[in-house]
């Protein structure tokens, strides 16, 4: 959209005219203090965009509806500042392996609400989007990391892989099952350079017990992970796995807050798992835990003696309707 610029407005000439990408003063240029926002809707059958007469280097790129986020990612900077805004409807199939080519500070932000938002779907083994550039961020967007619901058989093996700084997981949709020949295997896994991650007010799914995947969020050298106020469903292949898992090298300063973990495969006897004996650090509070297994579990399981984070307000239920209280050797 174009707008009237006032500043710096000569009265003896017409208006200048703001865009996306500058404010034209007449030949001359001011560039915003922002990177350049592209709009992007395809539904699979029509996408509207403008003529191919624009030159790629024309500011019309900005005002262009682009099929899809893995097209118009060529045409971002990295650390420009760089938004992608996703619009309500859109559908997109992510079918290879670093499905997205991202950029250092791109934001991807969807718009809609519910089933509206725009939706990514999943299609083979290997499908993945690597976060491997800092600071980018994701928002209100709907993950169908086993393909969409009534395909043939498909185990999508690792579909999100953080290796880089900063990243933002925000108010998304993840779906991770479907049944017990349709799921992923290892949703997201952070390695020792995802630090400062934070993964805020997600709703993470499977559709059934059957689909148990073999790791949900794995944590490796997570420091500084601030993973709050999500809602997370699903069942684990091994009855002591975790929801969440923290592995390898010690995550330090880690906030786990205000979450909703529920682990529903009937043997599982664990949500939380910082069971390997490692200098972990950080705070546990303000969750509420429930797995299906009745009798005596831990649902929280920090244990070790390195291991040093503070557990607090946590409150957990079996399906007995039993309260749990968590104790560990080394948590404070």
């Not at 191919?52 to 060529?74: C, F, G, I, K, T």
């Not at 290892?186 to 709703?203: H, K, P, V, Y």
């Amino acid at each position: 959209m174009e707008t009237t610029a006032f500043a710096f407005q000569n009265p003896l000439l017409p208006p200048t005219i703001c865009k996306s990408d500058g404010i034209d003063m007449h030949g001359n240029y001011i560039i915003p203090a922002m990177g350049r926002v592209f709009h992007v809707r395809g539904d699979g059958t029509s996408v509207t965009t403008y003529d191919d007469q624009y030159s790629e280097n024309s500011s019309d790129m900005n005002r262009r509806l682009w099929p899809s986020v893995a097209s118009v990612l060529p045409y971002t900077a990295a650390n420009r500042g760089d938004q992608i805004h996703v619009l309500p409807g859109h559908t997109e199939n992510l079918a290879t392996a670093d499905s997205w080519a991202l950029k250092a500070g791109v934001k991807i932000i969807g718009f809609g609400h519910g089933d509206n938002r725009p939706t990514f779907t999943f299609t083979t083994a290997l499908s993945t989007v690597l976060l491997n550039d800092a600071q980018v961020e994701i928002h209100n967007c709907r993950f169908l990391c086993a393909g969409p619901a009534g395909t043939d058989e498909l185990t999508v093996a690792a579909p999100f892989t953080a290796s880089a700084a900063d990243i933002v997981f925000a108010n998304n949709y993840f779906q991770v099952g479907i049944d017990a020949d349709q799921l992923c295997t290892a949703f997201f896994t952070s390695t020792a350079g995802a630090t400062d991650l934070q993964i805020i007010g997600n709703e993470v799914t499977a559709a059934a017990a059957a689909a148990a995947v073999t790791s949900l969020f794995t944590f490796v050298g997570a420091a500084r992970l601030k993973f709050i106020g999500n809602d997370v469903r699903a069942g684990m292949g091994n009855a002591g796995t975790g929801l969440l898992q923290f592995i390898t090298t010690a995550s330090t300063e880690v906030r786990v807050e205000k979450n909703y973990l529920e682990n529903w495969t009937g043997s599982s006897t664990c949500c939380l798992n910082m069971h390997t004996d490692l200098a972990h650090t950080g705070v546990i509070r303000d969750n509420d835990c429930r797995l299906t297994l009745d009798g005596a579990v831990t649902p929280i399981l920090i244990d070790g003696s390195s291991v040093s984070v503070t557990c607090f307000r946590n409150y957990v239920v079996n399906q007995a309707k039993e309260l749990g209280i968590l104790t560990g050797t080394a948590s404070s």
